[in-house]
Structures are given as C-alpha cells and as structure tokens.
C-alpha cells in the first residue's frame, strides 16, 4: 500500500509540472479598470449645456406653436359648432368646413411631428459629437492610469469611486470641444424603390 501511494504521488507532481495553464495564468496582470459616466460627460460638459440650453430654446418654440395652434384649431371649431346651433351651416357649407378643419387639424400634426423629429435629430447629434471626442480623451485617461478596460457606469452593480474617471474626461472635454452644433447634416434623400 505504501508503494501505491509513492506511484500515485509521484504521477501527481509529474502531472503538475508539465501542466503549462497555471503558469500561463500566473503571467497575466490583473486587469485595470476605470468607469465613465457618458450621461454626466453629455450633460455636465460645456458641449453638453451649451447644446442643452439650444435645445431648450427649440422645444420652448415647439410649445409656442403647438399653442398657436390649438387655438386656431379652437377657434374653427367654435366656429363650425356656432354655425351648426344657429344653423347658418348645414348641408355642403358643413362637410366643406368639416373637411377644411380636418386638413389644418392633420396639417398642424405633420407639423408638429415635423419639429419633434428636428429637437430628436439634433438631441441625437449632440450626443455623437461629444461621444465621438471624449472615446480619444477616455483612451488618453486609460493609458495613464494603466487601464485596460473602460466600463460604462451603468454598467457596474457598485465601484469604488478612485475608479471613475468622469470629471477628469469633462475637464478635458471642455478644452477640447466647447461647443456643438445642434443642426444635424442634412440626411439624403431616400431614393424610391423599383
């Protein structure tokens, strides 16, 4: 019995110094890990507020003129239904009305769709103008800090916060890109199908 277990051992440690994984593992540096909040770098950075403020500025006129009209678009069916009650409309002189109203009523929607999409495109504009210079300043700040991987903040359950390198990546955004455009280029056009 004694015999077996000198056999077995001696198998074992020939096994272990032969296996190459353990060493391999052993060699890897542990990974480095820094965090980016890119909600805080497109609000927070000068970029970002500059471009807030802007957009503000067009949805404040979007409100204006969804104000503008809903109150035409009140006064023609004040309009329409004090014809109807005194009837001094019925007949054609209605459904020529009723259709009219029904046009500036879609007409106001498309319109309003229309500026919606505008404040969207350029929202989504914004955000890629200031995602696309701060990618080269988060890989200047991973260098430096010996990182090798860069994790969104939302992205971790919990972090320490000597890893989140956020305000350093506005400071340095703020040097580099004051400013956006919040008008997008212009999108080209679709060409019909055959």
Do not use: C, W
Not at 6 to 34: G, H
Not at 150 to 162: D, E, F, R
Request: net charge positive.
């Amino acid at each position: 019995m004694h015999m077996l277990f000198k056999s077995v051992s001696a198998a074992l440690l020939l096994a272990m110094a032969v296996a190459p994984a353990p060493v391999v593992a052993q060699q890897l540096s542990p990974a480095v890990i820094v965090i980016v909040d890119m909600d805080r770098i497109v609000n927070e950075s000068a970029a970002g507020k500059q471009a807030g403020t802007d957009i503000q500025a067009k949805i404040t006129g979007l409100q204006s003129r969804a104000t503008t009209l809903q109150n035409q678009l009140k006064t023609d069916a004040d309009a329409i239904q004090a014809g109807q009650a005194n009837k001094s409309l019925a007949g054609a002189a209605l459904e020529a009305r009723a259709k009219a109203f029904g046009e500036k009523q879609q007409q106001a929607q498309q319109e309003l769709g229309r500026l919606e999409g505008d404040i969207q495109r350029s929202r989504q504009y914004v955000i890629k103008q200031i995602t696309d210079a701060a990618n080269p300043i988060i890989t200047t700040v991973m260098r430096e800090r010996g990182a090798s991987i860069a994790l969104a903040q939302g992205a971790t359950l919990q972090h320490s916060s000597s890893l989140d390198v956020t305000n350093d990546v506005i400071t340095r955004l703020n040097t580099s890109l004051p400013r956006v455009s919040i008008t997008p280029p212009a999108q080209p056009a679709q060409q019909p199908r055959r």
